[in-house]
């Protein structure tokens, strides 16, 4: 089950994704950590971030919506109160997401987490759909995320991964794009904007007026992104979005994912990642896959007959 990924040794290839699973510190009296690949941090930004106003999440058919707004405790506070308990679960990665309003933010995280000692990778969020300013801005450009990710990538002391914005006219553009400026590796997708109004309020249901989708509902276009992603660069992809089984991580990794996220099933089933975890295991000794790895970009497009 072990896999390479960015110059990463995972034990397998099943993580938490960030926003889902704090700060990993407080799963760890629920999740068994080492069993799992890794998991990715909260969104860290420069200083303390409070997040946007409530309602901030709903359940829509078949996921959720959110516009959480990134809220964290800010860099310094994680790499103090947070990162040291972490340090005793060698086995599961810890990969920091990092998020800034500006490059100069981007670069200030990245700055004061290379000094840290138990990081495994950077996540790049050039994606998040939550917030006024950064996130999703950097993502959508190829001028301004080829700036961000070149800079932080002179700067970064590790892997850097970028996570790519699934609200785009071209994914494997930005795809390359990240590619170009240096990405060791990407991830995909991050939730898609949407809307859910009450109708007898005719008022948004959320605060922020549009959240981010996630959950199962989004699978299908995940997965396609990710294929598209995965033949544009030759560089490895993370692919998350909707992954609630075994069986949908197993689609991920046909699809060209390297390693996987499970992120919104986490809500429902705070297990869920070891349990995807083992079940991936399961299913490869079913089906006489001696190394997991060789599941990867499988699909089969030929002509049936």
Same mark, same amino acid.
């Not at 994606?127 to 002179?154: I, Y």
């Not at 892997?159 to 990240?178: D, F, G, Q, R």
């Not at 309020?201 to 997965?223: E, F, H, Q």
């Given at each position: 089950m072990r896999v390479q990924f960015a110059g990463i040794q995972l034990e397998n290839p099943v993580l938490a994704a960030s926003g889902t699973f704090g700060y990993g510190v407080e799963f760890e009296d629920i999740v068994s950590l080492e069993k799992i690949g890794g998991f990715v941090t909260k969104g860290l930004s420069r200083e303390p971030m409070a997040g946007n106003q409530a309602p901030r999440i709903i359940e829509t058919a078949a996921g959720m919506m959110n516009a959480i707004g990134l809220q964290n405790i800010g860099v310094q506070a994680f790499i103090e109160n947070k990162l040291p308990a972490l340090r005793k679960y060698p086995k599961c990665a810890v990969i920091v997401n990092v998020f800034g309003s500006t490059v100069a933010d981007y670069l200030e995280v990245i700055r004061q987490l290379n000094d840290a000692e138990g990081i495994a990778a950077y996540e790049l969020n050039a994606s998040c759909p939550n917030t006024n300013h950064g996130g999703m801005a950097f993502g959508t450009d190829t001028m301004t995320l080829d700036e961000l990710v070149w800079r932080?990538?002179?700067l970064a002391q590790r892997p850097l991964i970028v996570k790519l914005s699934p609200n785009v006219t071209s994914i494997p553009t930005m795809?390359?794009?990240a590619e170009n400026a240096g990405a060791d590796a990407i991830s995909l997708v991050n939730t898609f904007v949407a809307l859910s109004i009450d109708i007898e309020t005719r008022r948004p249901r959320i605060a922020n007026v549009t959240g981010g989708l996630s959950g199962p509902a989004i699978k299908p276009i995940a997965v396609r992104m990710v294929w &598209?992603?995965?033949r544009a660069v030759q560089i490895p992809v993370m692919g998350l979005g909707g992954i609630t089984t075994p069986e949908d991580a197993v689609e991920f990794l046909i699809a060209g994912a390297t390693v996987v996220q499970v992120g919104t099933a986490s809500y429902a089933d705070p297990r869920a990642v070891e349990r995807i975890a083992k079940g991936l295991e399961s299913w490869?000794?079913? #089906? #006489?896959? &001696?190394?997991?790895g060789d599941l990867t970009g499988t699909l089969n497009i030929s002509p049936q007959t």
């Amino acid at each position: 089950m072990r896999v390479q990924f960015a110059g990463i040794q995972l034990e397998n290839p099943v993580l938490a994704a960030s926003g889902t699973f704090g700060y990993g510190v407080e799963f760890e009296d629920i999740v068994s950590l080492e069993k799992i690949g890794g998991f990715v941090t909260k969104g860290l930004s420069r200083e303390p971030m409070a997040g946007n106003q409530a309602p901030r999440i709903i359940e829509t058919a078949a996921g959720m919506m959110n516009a959480i707004g990134l809220q964290n405790i800010g860099v310094q506070a994680f790499i103090e109160n947070k990162l040291p308990a972490l340090r005793k679960y060698p086995k599961c990665a810890v990969i920091v997401n990092v998020f800034g309003s500006t490059v100069a933010d981007y670069l200030e995280v990245i700055r004061q987490l290379n000094d840290a000692e138990g990081i495994a990778a950077y996540e790049l969020n050039a994606s998040c759909p939550n917030t006024n300013h950064g996130g999703m801005a950097f993502g959508t450009d190829t001028m301004t995320l080829d700036e961000l990710v070149w800079r932080s990538k002179q700067l970064a002391q590790r892997p850097l991964i970028v996570k790519l914005s699934p609200n785009v006219t071209s994914i494997p553009t930005m795809a390359k794009c990240a590619e170009n400026a240096g990405a060791d590796a990407i991830s995909l997708v991050n939730t898609f904007v949407a809307l859910s109004i009450d109708i007898e309020t005719r008022r948004p249901r959320i605060a922020n007026v549009t959240g981010g989708l996630s959950g199962p509902a989004i699978k299908p276009i995940a997965v396609r992104m990710v294929w &598209e992603a995965s033949r544009a660069v030759q560089i490895p992809v993370m692919g998350l979005g909707g992954i609630t089984t075994p069986e949908d991580a197993v689609e991920f990794l046909i699809a060209g994912a390297t390693v996987v996220q499970v992120g919104t099933a986490s809500y429902a089933d705070p297990r869920a990642v070891e349990r995807i975890a083992k079940g991936l295991e399961s299913w490869c000794t079913r #089906h #006489h896959i &001696e190394k997991v790895g060789d599941l990867t970009g499988t699909l089969n497009i030929s002509p049936q007959t």
